[in-house]
Structure formats: C-alpha cells, structure tokens
T-cell receptor, first 115, second 116 residues
C-alpha cells in the first residue's frame, strides 16, 4: 500500500522569501506524483505532476518540484512567494501499472505568507 | 469546456436523513472518483467509477454509503441515515483515462455536508 507524508502542517514564510514544502512517499511500485493547491472553500487545482523523465518538474504559478527516488521525496519549491500563494498544498501519489486506485493524499501543508 | 460540477455546494441534513451529492464530470471524461475530506485532514479516496460500473470501492464505508454513475446523468454519492461523523467536504474528480496512466484528475469545488 502507498502512503504520503507531509511533515509540516503549517509553514509561515515572509513575502518574497523562498519556500520548500516537503513530501515523502512510500510505495512498493513505480508511482506518479502530484502537487495540488486548495484555496479556501474551493476544490483542488493541479500545480504540477511527475510521470517519468526529468526529475525536475515545473508547474504553474512559478512552482517546481524535484523527484528523488532514493529519498522517496517530491518536495515543492518556489523561489519567491506572493501573498496570493496562501493556501493548502497537498502532495498525492498514484501507483503505476494499472492499479485501480484513486490518488493517495498527504494531510496537507498550510502555507501562510506574511507581509 | 466547463470543469467538474458538483451540487449542491452546501448541504445541511439532520441525523437520520439521506444526503445525495451529485457530480457531473468534465466533457469527455468517463472516469469518476469520490473523495472525502475531514477537517484538518487530507482527502481520502472513497470510490472509483466508470460509466455504469463501480471499479474500486475500497475506501467506501461498508454501510449507508453508495455510489453510482449511470449511463446518462451525473454520478451520485448517496449517504443514508446520516450521522454527525459524516460531516465533511466531499470532492468529485474526473479523468479522461483510468489509473496506471497519466491519471491527472480534475476536481470539482466540493459539497460541504453538515449534519446537525
């Protein structure tokens, strides 16, 4: 069975500072990895995804993430955050190979941007 | 191209009543997933359906919960005899392809169920 761990429930950051949101996963098979963002009272929006190929993935709104197979991590980064980045961020994993599962989500990290 | 639609956005029920949540997937998507989000928690997978078929309901509680995705019309998540612990946000997602491929799921805005 797969699982996702987001170690930080909240991350406060000053505006224009860099940020890293951590995500570790466990799975016995190859995986696809996703980061979603959820703004208050809204659904989830895909930021970026890793399927295969280059381990550095660029997404929307200036975010990027790096897949590290040896450390089973997929941390999300942004070099300079904006007040509008305040939201809940979810890391998710889906197993490859035809498993009939939905996505497995972490508990989320609340990114708080301070002016 | 309209996104995933869910209605109602907010639903209030008294204990013992039935809750019926609707999800219309994106045009051309035949794969639908339901998730539940409890306060301070991530989303938990409940059920995966294709048209007229339940493919994986491993995340669904064994009693009171059911889901369908008929040939015509939206997918329905039905909760009978609701209890306070059912209060949560229920999200629907759709995908043009099934698991094991580029399974990008597109999420609806959710239905927030409150059980009094």
């Amino acid at each position: 069975a797969q699982s996702v761990t987001q170690l930080d429930s909240q991350v406060p950051v000053f505006e224009e500072a860099p940020v890293e949101l951590r995500c570790n996963y466990s799975s016995s098979v190859s995986v696809y990895l996703f980061w979603y963002v959820q703004y208050p009272n809204q659904g989830l929006q895909l930021l970026l995804k890793y399927l295969s190929g280059s381990t550095l993935v660029k997404g929307i709104n200036g975010f990027e993430a790096e897949f590290n197979k040896s450390q089973t991590s997929f941390h999300l980064r942004k070099p300079s955050v904006h007040i509008s980045d305040t939201a809940e961020y979810f890391c998710a994993v889906s197993e490859g190979g035809g498993g009939a599962d939905g996505l497995t989500f972490g508990k989320g990290t609340h990114l708080i941007i301070q002016p | 191209n309209a996104g995933v639609m869910q209605n109602p956005r907010h639903l209030v029920r008294r204990r013992g009543q039935e809750a019926r949540l609707r999800c219309s997937p994106m045009k051309g998507h035949s794969h639908v997933y339901w998730y539940r989000q409890l306060p301070e928690e991530g989303l938990k997978f409940m059920v995966y359906l294709q048209k007229e078929n339940i493919i994986d309901e491993s995340g669904m509680p064994k009693e009171r919960f059911s889901a369908e995705f008929p040939k015509e019309g939206p997918s329905i998540l039905r909760i009978q005899q609701v209890v306070r612990g059912d209060s949560a946000a229920y999200f629907c997602a759709s995908s043009p392809r099934g698991p094991g491929s580029d399974n990008e799921q597109f999420f609806g805005p959710g239905t927030r169920l409150t059980v009094l």
